[in-house]
């Protein structure tokens, strides 16, 4: 591709050292850079872009995408924000991937892993090909291997580098996790969304947003850009739920879904075992009974969000259903890797993650046993929500291990001591901190009797932990399994 033909999605833009030179690459980092690609310069948190610039030329990029001019005679492409209008570039090169596929972006603080499988396994009962791209990676199929990612939402030349091989594959559906950094950022500029679902809306990432309703308006940029005929799917039981109502465009289809309030698709009589959850479905004048191996009322909540994409997209009931009811869980999320005790892994790093896991495992706790929840808080994230994760703790469990998540830069002690402030009354028969995950684990084993529910929390699918000078092999699913089960 010629520079001249990446430039067709920009709206303002200086030259410099302007040359029609080939594209052959985007690149925004100077180790990975390669000949002939542009190399994009972006101002980030912890470096400047700009200042490898010449190591990028070095490597051989032959254009520059940048914020200044910069002494370096090689043609360059001088934006305001090249973070911003990176998306431009990249869907530019990729010759905007997007318009030939139907696209559905799935945004909300919890259930966005779960809600995209659950539609591409509706999509694929439907005998149509959809791919899918998330927190676990991106796949072709739900029978593909997982591709790693290393963002829920990937940086804007991944995720078009993806779209494009997704179209050249004939695939027709692709749905993704849309993450409220990703539309802050504009990482999804220029992707054509033909349908967007709302899961939930509480508190994270506050370290990044400040506030609930600047968190609020991140989601909100994804329903705002929706095209006539797209449809958007609502939670009617979230309490923002009247505002992504309000700042649908007109001419999208409006679908709304929940359990307490009215809604398009409601659920009713809903009953959960440790096989799953039963329950009824109210849509379109009808009733359909449900059972599905996924279990908690967040599950129920998430299979609701499915069942509403699946009707947009006008894919018989029938079928939606006999998707639903034949999706094992997903990894990392309410993953039962242990009999007796019951051992639950799931990925809870939230206040309302956490208290919905809980919750769910409290239903299947029986009356003579306990429930017990091992869990820890990040690092170098949002703060606030220690002390409120290690009240939803406390108070909804019989007892709590407390230990290191990922602490990345931080000292584990503290994001403890910060934990431990939430906490009404240190009992140490029931309040317990032990700050290495591993020996955390072990560790339940002599607090816990075969009968009891333990839930560990935090880090679900992911098989490491960040630590401050390294990242190390960690799965709590391994661990676990180590421990309860002898393998």
Same mark, same amino acid.
């Given at each position: 591709?010629?520079?001249?033909?990446?430039?067709?999605?920009?709206?303002?833009?200086?030259?410099?050292?302007?040359?029609?030179?080939?594209?052959?690459?985007?690149?925004?980092?100077?180790?990975?850079?390669?000949?002939?690609?542009?190399?994009?310069?972006?101002?980030?948190?912890?470096?400047?872009?700009?200042?490898?610039?010449?190591?990028?030329?070095?490597?051989?990029?032959?254009?520059?995408?940048?914020?200044?001019?910069?002494?370096?005679?090689?043609?360059?492409?001088?934006?305001?924000?090249?973070?911003?209008?990176?998306?431009?570039?990249?869907?530019?090169?990729?010759?905007?991937?997007?318009?030939?596929?139907?696209?559905?972006?799935?945004?909300?603080?919890?259930?966005?892993?779960?809600?995209?499988?659950?539609?591409?396994?509706?999509?694929?009962?439907?005998?149509?090909?959809?791919?899918?791209?998330?927190?676990?990676?991106?796949?072709?199929?739900?029978?593909?291997?997982?591709?790693?990612?290393?963002?829920?939402?990937?940086?804007?030349?991944?995720?078009?580098?993806?779209?494009?091989?997704?179209?050249?594959?004939?695939?027709?559906?692709?749905?993704?996790?849309?993450?409220?950094?990703?539309?802050?950022?504009?990482?999804?500029?220029?992707?054509?969304?033909?349908?967007?679902?709302?899961? @939930?809306? /509480?508190? +994270?990432?506050?370290?990044?947003?400040?506030? #609930?309703?600047?968190?609020?308006? &991140?989601? =909100?940029?994804?329903?705002?850009?929706?095209?006539?005929?797209?449809?958007?799917?609502?939670?009617?039981?979230?309490?923002?739920?009247?505002?992504?109502?309000?700042?649908?465009?007109?001419?999208?289809?409006?679908?709304?879904?929940?359990?307490?309030?009215?809604?398009?698709?409601?659920?009713?009589?809903?009953?959960?075992?440790?096989?799953?959850?039963?329950?009824?479905?109210?849509?379109? @004048?009808? /009733?359909? +009974?449900?059972?599905?191996?996924?279990?908690? #009322?967040?599950?129920?909540?998430? &299979?609701? =969000?499915?069942?509403?994409?699946?009707?947009?997209?006008?894919?018989?009931?029938?079928?939606?259903?006999?998707?639903?009811?034949?999706?094992?869980?997903?990894?990392?999320?309410?993953?039962?890797?242990?009999?007796?005790?019951?051992?639950?892994?799931?990925?809870?790093?939230?206040?309302?993650?956490?208290?919905?896991?809980?919750?769910?495992?409290?239903?299947?706790?029986?009356?003579?046993?306990?429930?017990?929840?091992?869990?820890?808080?990040?690092?170098?994230?949002?703060?606030?929500?220690?002390?409120?994760?290690?009240?939803?703790?406390?108070?909804?469990?019989?007892?709590?291990?407390?230990?290191?998540?990922?602490?990345?830069?931080?000292?584990?002690?503290?994001?403890?001591?910060?934990?431990?402030?939430?906490?009404?009354?240190?009992?140490?028969?029931?309040?317990?901190?032990?700050?290495?995950?591993?020996?955390?684990?072990?560790?339940?084993?002599?607090?816990?009797?075969?009968?009891?529910?333990?839930?560990?929390?935090?880090?679900?699918?992911?098989?490491?932990?960040?630590?401050?000078?390294?990242?190390?092999?960690?799965?709590?699913?391994?661990?676990?399994?180590?421990?309860?089960?002898?393998?």
């Amino acid at each position: 591709m010629l520079l001249n033909d990446l430039l067709k999605l920009l709206k303002e833009y200086e030259t410099e050292n302007f040359k029609n030179t080939e594209i052959k690459g985007i690149s925004y980092n100077s180790l990975t850079t390669k000949p002939n690609d542009i190399f994009i310069c972006i101002r980030g948190e912890a470096s400047d872009g700009h200042k490898y610039a010449q190591a990028a030329v070095d490597k051989g990029a032959s254009a520059l995408f940048c914020e200044e001019k910069l002494p370096i005679n090689v043609p360059q492409i001088i934006v305001k924000d090249t973070k911003r209008t990176m998306a431009n570039i990249a869907a530019a090169f990729y010759n905007e991937p997007s318009k030939s596929l139907n696209l559905i972006g799935v945004t909300g603080t919890n259930g966005k892993t779960t809600v995209t499988h659950l539609i591409q396994k509706i999509i694929e009962k439907n005998n149509e090909k959809c791919a899918l791209i998330g927190t676990l990676g991106y796949k072709l199929s739900s029978s593909d291997e997982y591709k790693e990612a290393k963002h829920t939402t990937p940086q804007p030349p991944e995720l078009q580098h993806d779209l494009r091989i997704m179209a050249d594959n004939g695939i027709k559906n692709v749905v993704m996790e849309v993450s409220s950094h990703s539309l802050e950022q504009n990482r999804v500029g220029n992707c054509d969304f033909d349908g967007a679902v709302f899961t @939930n809306l /509480t508190q +994270d990432h506050l370290d990044y947003h400040i506030t #609930m309703h600047n968190y609020f308006l &991140a989601k =909100a940029i994804l329903f705002k850009g929706l095209k006539k005929g797209a449809f958007a799917i609502i939670n009617a039981d979230d309490e923002y739920a009247r505002e992504f109502l309000n700042i649908i465009p007109e001419g999208v289809k409006t679908f709304t879904y929940g359990v307490k309030n009215e809604a398009d698709i409601k659920a009713e009589n809903i009953d959960f075992s440790v096989d799953g959850a039963k329950l009824t479905v109210k849509y379109n @004048n009808k /009733t359909a +009974d449900m059972n599905l191996h996924l279990n908690g #009322m967040f599950s129920v909540y998430n &299979a609701l =969000a499915a069942f509403a994409s699946g009707l947009a997209m006008n894919i018989n009931d029938t079928i939606i259903i006999n998707a639903l009811e034949n999706t094992k869980s997903v990894a990392g999320r309410f993953e039962i890797v242990s009999k007796k005790p019951l051992v639950i892994v799931d990925y809870a790093h939230t206040p309302d993650g956490l208290e919905n896991v809980l919750k769910a495992a409290r239903e299947l706790t029986p009356k003579t046993s306990k429930l017990i929840c091992l869990f820890g808080c990040g690092g170098d994230r949002d703060t606030t929500k220690r002390p409120k994760m290690g009240k939803i703790a406390d108070d909804l469990s019989d007892k709590v291990v407390v230990t290191s998540d990922n602490p990345r830069s931080e000292d584990p002690q503290l994001i403890i001591s910060d934990i431990m402030t939430g906490i009404k009354t240190v009992d140490t028969k029931r309040i317990f901190v032990e700050p290495d995950r591993r020996e955390a684990i072990k560790f339940l084993k002599t607090i816990s009797n075969p009968e009891d529910v333990i839930v560990i929390a935090g880090k679900g699918h992911e098989d490491y932990q960040i630590l401050k000078n390294e990242t190390i092999h960690f799965d709590d699913r391994e661990e676990a399994k180590k421990v309860f089960v002898g393998v």
